[in-house]
């Protein structure tokens, strides 16, 4: 089994920074893909970033500019870096990741449990 710890959260000003944390823990042989999700209320959640084992990457068009992705392979880890915040920003963030437990293991989807993300006007 293979657990997401996600960190980071918080209230934070417009304007202002967070950095949030995702650390995978548990059988892991690989990690391909790393990702943030976000689902604000009454809607659906949305890619906000990913990043590939390789550390090529991708970003809604709503965070480019100010939101950076970033991982640590060696810690299993995953990181967004959010600038310049703005209320719609505000949503509960998901880390994701695609891992594999073995060399011969099929590749599994797993989510983190969110942490809350809210930014005051």
């Known amino acids: 089994q293979v657990q997401l710890v996600e960190s980071g959260g918080g209230l934070v000003q417009a304007g202002g920074s967070l950095r949030l944390s995702c650390a995978a823990s548990g059988t892991i042989f690989s990690i391909n893909t790393m990702a943030w999700f976000r689902q604000a209320p009454g809607k659906q959640r949305e890619l906000v970033a990913g990043i590939t084992s390789g550390g090529s990457t991708n970003y809604a068009d709503s965070v480019k500019g100010r939101f950076a992705i970033s991982r640590d392979n060696a810690k299993n880890t995953v990181y967004l870096q959010m600038n310049s915040l703005k209320p719609e920003d505000t949503a509960v963030y998901f880390c994701?990741?695609?891992?594999?437990?073995?060399?011969?293991?099929?590749?599994?989807?797993?989510w983190g449990q969110g942490t809350q993300v809210t930014v005051s006007s």
């Open positions: 994701y990741a695609e891992v594999r437990g073995g060399r011969t293991s099929y590749q599994l989807d797993y």
